[in-house]
């Protein structure tokens, strides 16, 4: 029984005030709905102050990006040890982070191995890009990312997946809901080969990419679309709320 999953990625956008705000309008609904795995993931600086204000409640937390090192030399970046007294999940291999910040699949790598080490559930992206989908290499591209990402990675049930195809994310040009589920299901196959079908059956996997409130029913109602990552729309209160209400009301299930 896989229970749905809906994670806000705020980005690169809101101060701390912001982010507390963006919390106090969006907390106590959010907080009411059942049936779907609720998780924010502010920027670094706005983890603490969320943290606080979500103690009690059911929705979770979760950073954008990671270090794989524990500590050390490495200015700038964050370790897993920091994130962990703070947030439950982490992002790694966004879209973003590949393509602006030359994150390679052996980086990925390393730092799912290092999220799952530390205890943080990873929210790991894959996803083709325009030209690759538009010349046929979808497959190709997702195969590669999924096998790289969790190359001698220990079977996990923490492991949730998100596919994001490039092209959809903040454009506003969302895949159709059905060739989301078809990539979504080759993803299972992939984590089927590389572990086994029970553990594949049950990992979630999400569609992220220009998800709105207009179009969330038509993902979800998917069988084999688990939940979404919301980039954007988890930025207005109204909206993110919505969506996470109609992920509830069709695939909502105990938590
Ligand atoms: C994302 O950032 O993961 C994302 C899916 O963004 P958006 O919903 O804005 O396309």
Redesign the pocket.
């Known amino acids: 029984m896989r229970v749905p999953l809906v994670a806000g990625?705020w980005?690169m956008n809101t101060t701390v005030i912001e982010a507390e705000e963006l919390v106090y309008d969006i907390l106590d609904t959010l907080d009411r709905i059942k049936g779907v795995e609720k998780v924010l993931c502010p920027p670094f600086v706005s983890l603490a102050a969320i943290n606080m204000m979500l103690q009690g409640s059911s929705i979770k937390l979760g950073a954008q990006n990671m270090h794989f090192e524990t500590k050390g030399a490495y200015t700038g970046e964050i370790s897993p040890l920091m994130l962990r007294e703070l947030c439950e999940f982490v992002?790694l291999g966004?879209s973003?982070r590949r393509w602006y910040f030359g994150e390679t699949g052996e980086m990925i790598n390393k730092k799912l191995n290092a999220a799952l080490t530390h205890g943080l559930k990873p929210i790991l992206?894959v996803g083709e890009r325009l030209e690759e989908n538009e010349t046929g290499r979808t497959e190709e591209i997702v195969r590669k990312q999924v096998r790289t990402a969790l190359n001698d990675i220990k079977l996990t049930p923490d492991l949730v997946v998100?596919y994001?195809p490039v092209w959809?994310?903040?454009?506003g040009k969302a895949a159709s809901s059905k060739q989301a589920a078809a990539t979504i299901k080759l993803i299972r196959s992939i984590l089927a080969e590389l572990w086994n079908k029970d553990i594949a059956q049950n990992l979630r996997i999400l569609y992220?990419?220009?998800?709105t409130s207009n179009n969330i029913a038509e993902f979800i109602s998917q069988p084999e679309i688990d939940g979404a990552?919301?980039?954007?729309?988890?930025l207005k209160a109204e909206e993110f709320l919505n969506i996470v209400t109609q992920t509830a009301e069709i695939k909502g299930k105990p938590v």
């Open positions: 990625n980005k992002i966004h973003e992206c998100a994001e959809a994310i903040g454009t992220g990419g220009s998800v990552l919301v980039g954007g729309a988890s």
